[in-house]
């Protein structure tokens, strides 16, 4: 990544965390009893004002694929023009049939380069409150026609 676009791939992550509000502690703290995380990688795929995301989640533990990560992402009109921002809408699917649990979030970047930070929260399909969370960054350039890659760090404690 040039110096330029790290420089604003830095400034979208702390704009982002301002405006994003703080992470669930689950992603941030250390990892508490009977609770998975790690590294986790795929495709983000913006273009127009819809787009998908798909990828896999890597347990830290065990060095194997955890679940599935896809959604749904969605822009969302922004005071900021130079920006792009919305929504993220999915699932996290592990071993079995069924989605596992429900990902909603938000991302926001900067529309010349396509870098730029999300965050989202994981819930149960029976709803309830967010038993963790996924974050990470994203780098899909809107000009071009090559999908853009997102890698992220995560924790679910059920």
Same mark, same amino acid.
């Given at each position: 990544m040039?110096?330029p676009?790290h420089l604003i791939a830095?400034l979208?992550t702390a704009?982002?965390?301002?405006? #994003?509000?703080p992470?669930p502690?689950?992603?941030?703290?250390?990892p508490?009893? @009977?609770?998975?995380?790690?590294?986790?990688a795929g495709?983000?795929?913006?273009s127009?004002?819809?787009g998908?995301?798909?990828?896999r989640l890597?347990?830290?533990?065990?060095?194997?694929?955890?679940s599935t990560?896809?959604?749904?992402l969605?822009?969302?009109?922004?005071?900021?023009?130079?920006?792009?921002?919305?929504?993220i809408?999915g699932? #996290?699917?592990?071993?079995g049939s069924g @989605?596992?649990?429900?990902v909603?979030g938000?991302? !926001?970047?900067?529309?010349m380069?396509?870098?730029?930070?999300?965050q989202?929260?994981?819930?149960?399909?029976?709803?309830?409150p967010a038993v963790?969370?996924?974050?990470?960054a994203?780098?899909? !350039?809107?000009?071009?026609?090559?999908p853009?890659?997102?890698n992220a760090?995560?924790? !679910?404690?059920p």
């Open positions: 040039s110096a676009r830095t979208l704009l982002a965390c301002v405006s #994003l509000g992470t502690q689950a992603v941030t703290g250390p508490p009893q @009977n609770c998975a995380g790690g590294q986790g495709r983000w795929e913006l127009g004002d819809t998908t995301l798909r990828g890597i347990d830290r533990t065990t060095g194997q694929v955890h990560f896809s959604a749904t969605t822009e969302v009109q922004s005071p900021c023009l130079s920006c792009v921002e919305g929504t809408e699932v #996290l699917d592990g071993v @989605n596992d649990y429900v909603r938000r991302f !926001l970047g900067f529309f380069t396509g870098a730029g930070t999300f989202a929260r994981i819930f149960r399909t029976t709803g309830g963790g969370g996924i974050q990470g994203f780098d899909d !350039l809107p000009s071009d026609t090559v853009g890659r997102f760090r995560w924790e !679910l404690c």
